[in-house]
């Protein structure tokens, strides 16, 4: 079955990392990604992982996959104030052509 | 700059009147989603277009309805709206060949 999760809220000071976790259950997903929305606003692309791969760096951000255990997560280095935002994790299943997204993680950047 | 538009960005129906909710794009994508997000959950995939093939999500209400007429544009109707129906509707598209997808900024809809 397709359910992904994730923690509601995430609180940082400007400047350190940020880590937002993700699990997800369908085993047979292809890719995996992130998207931020800010207030508003649609979701923006952030990155996204093959289920082939463990690792994928894009200059602030490292996307971690450990696929035996189902666990996907964004590190943002040196975290701003405009990276407040709510991030979604979300996974791509080939059947269907569909993207399930989790529940979306609210991060606040503290001065 | 290729995007995808979604108009209006806000609107305001009333109970039980038909509303259409516009996107297109110009990324000459061949797949098109609608998806509705309500406060603080995750977008949920209503249906979705590839080339002309419609894909209607199993629990998607009778009551939603969508329309593509060419590539550029999709439409998605909403016949008699209830205030359960108020939310954020997001259009994204994709490339049959990518798996990305590219959301617009979506429409707030409102039912009083």
């Known amino acids: 079955g397709e359910d992904v999760e994730q923690s509601l809220f995430l609180s940082v000071r400007e400047g350190d990392s940020s880590v937002i976790n993700c699990t997800y259950t369908d085993s047979s997903s292809t890719y995996l990604y992130w998207y931020k929305q800010e207030p508003g606003a649609g979701l923006q692309l952030l990155t996204y992982?093959?289920?082939?791969?463990d690792m994928k760096q894009d200059q602030r951000l490292t996307v971690l996959l450990n696929k035996k255990d189902k666990h996907l997560s964004l590190r943002i280095a040196d975290t701003q104030t405009g990276d407040s935002a709510i991030y979604f994790c979300?996974?791509?299943?080939?059947?269907?052509?569909?993207?399930?997204f989790g529940t979306g993680t609210q991060l606040k950047v503290e001065l | 700059d290729a995007m995808v538009i979604q108009n209006p960005r806000y609107q305001v129906t009333q109970f039980g009147k038909p509303v259409t909710l516009s996107c297109s794009q110009t990324l000459n994508h061949n797949v098109m989603y609608w998806y509705q997000q309500k406060s603080s959950q995750a977008p949920k995939l209503l249906f979705h277009?590839?080339?002309?093939?419609?894909?209607n999500e199993a629990d998607t209400p009778d009551n939603f309805q969508s329309r593509r007429p060419n590539t550029s544009f999709c439409f998605l109707d909403i016949r008699s709206p209830g205030l359960g129906d108020a939310a954020m509707y997001l259009c994204a598209t994709s490339s049959g060949k990518s798996y990305e997808q590219y959301f617009g900024p979506g429409t707030r809809l409102t039912v009083t």
């Open positions: 979300a996974e791509f299943t080939g059947g269907g052509n569909k993207l399930t």
């Open positions: 277009y590839y080339d002309k093939d419609f894909n």
């Open positions: 992982i093959f289920s082939n791969m």
